[in-house]
């Protein structure tokens, strides 16, 4: 989807700008990224490390900015942080889930403290819902977080527009980032999110705040499209002599579409994990796959797997097992098991695990209210 100049989020990505968070582009070349913005790669070492985990077993998290620096803190049994955040502009997709999951696993892994900042101001400035709205959505974004599996005894969860220490925090950074550094960073863009990058940068460095212990490690679990804003919080971090945060990026899920990013702008190329049974399977019929034109074809030259956004789901969300996987995989590009056969266990899979998860976020929608009420 391409974004149309002066629209309601406004402002056009200017030229030699690589990365625009607020687009539903990703650059189609990840590889020019480590080169140009210096991101670097998992080491195998790191990998084989959690190995348990499909994040890493899988290289859904492909890179990462001085990880090593957080895990040796992490394991000198210092104490870290680590911390995300979500714009609650509607209920949670399988985007939202990737990271969540994320921060869920290093929070058990690490026993980090986990900051979850609801970017409601963001949401307000780059899709236009009201404070009202976003609060009923984090309600429910928090329910899912907490069905997840977050421990909310070892995390603060809120609301932007709530923490004045990270409104504070925000209006002092202004003055340390020139009109010429946005553009730079994001080309041309109205202040509202101009506004928003100040107030995600306060957020990341919340953690480091007297009134949380002070200056700590902190991990930024995001997908590539915030690295923009991971760059511009390390050199803030330098000015405010803070420590420099760290940070993992996951690769995203192939829409439905087979388009690199999912995108709560088109609904019909994603999945919520409040979606109906119904819904989930219209979708999942209607994906593309890496099929032949025909099925002798396919069963002579087998699928492109890779091309494949069921397959992807599969990777990224709902095969537990890498045997089962790696199976799935072997079938497909054998031409021994062609893509209607392969959807029907895929919806299988898809609608147990949402059932399931449904389930327990019904559960949860008290405590996640409570959690939000906290602030109101
Ligand atoms: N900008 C992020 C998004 O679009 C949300 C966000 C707000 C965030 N504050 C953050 C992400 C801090 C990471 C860290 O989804």
């Known amino acids: 989807m391409t974004k149309e100049p002066g629209n309601s989020r406004g402002g056009e990505t200017g030229k030699g700008i690589e990365i625009d968070p607020w687009s539903s582009d990703m650059p189609a070349d990840v590889e020019k990224l480590f080169e140009k913005f210096g991101l670097e790669k998992i080491p195998a070492s790191v990998r084989k490390r959690f190995s348990s ?11 990462h900015r001085d990880f090593a620096k957080w895990m040796k803190a992490a394991d000198a049994k210092k104490e870290v942080a680590v911390l995300s955040g979500i714009k609650p502009s509607g209920d949670f997709h399988l985007g939202s ?15 980090a403290k986990v900051y979850y900042a609801i970017a409601d101001l963001e949401a307000n400035a780059d899709n236009g819902l009201s404070l009202e709205e976003c609060r009923k959505n984090a309600v429910s974004n928090v329910a899912d977080l907490l069905a997840l599996g977050l421990d909310e005894k070892n995390a603060y969860i809120y609301r932007q527009s709530k923490e004045n220490r990270v409104m504070n925090k925000a209006f002092l950074l202004s003055k340390r980032v020139t009109r010429a550094t946005f553009e730079a960073i ?18 990341i ?41 760290s940070a993992t990026y996951h690769k995203f899920v192939k829409n439905l579409k087979g388009e690199a990013k999912m995108s709560k702008r088109d609904p019909d190329s994603m999945l919520w994990l409040s979606e109906s049974a119904q819904s989930v399977e219209g979708k999942l019929k209607r994906a593309i796959t890496g099929g032949r034109d025909t099925a002798d074809e396919q069963r002579k030259l087998g699928g492109r797997v890779d091309e494949c956004a069921i397959f992807d789901l599969c990777k990224m969300h709902f095969e537990a097992d890498d045997k089962s996987l790696a199976f799935r995989r072997e079938r ?25 998860h449904q389930e327990t976020r019904e559960k949860m929608l008290k405590r996640a209210e409570k959690i939000i009420a906290a602030q109101d």
């Open 53 to 63: 985990s499909h994040l890493f077993s899988r290289n859904i998290i492909i890179a």
């Open 97 to 111: 889930k990737q990271t969540a999951e994320e921060i869920i696993f290093f929070q058990k892994q690490f026993g």
């Open 186 to 203: 994001y080309g041309d863009k109205p202040v509202s999110l101009q506004m928003s990058v100040l107030v995600q940068m306060a957020d």
């Open 205 to 245: 460095f919340l953690p480091q705040h007297e009134d949380f212990g002070g200056p700590k490690e902190v991990l930024v679990p995001v997908g590539l499209d915030q690295d923009p804003h991971i760059r511009l919080s390390r050199d803030l971090a330098f000015k405010e002599r803070l420590v420099l945060p």
């Open 332 to 356: 497909c590009v054998k031409g021994k098991m062609l893509c209607g056969e392969c959807k029907k266990e895929v919806i299988e899979l898809a609608l147990k695990w949402l059932g399931k």
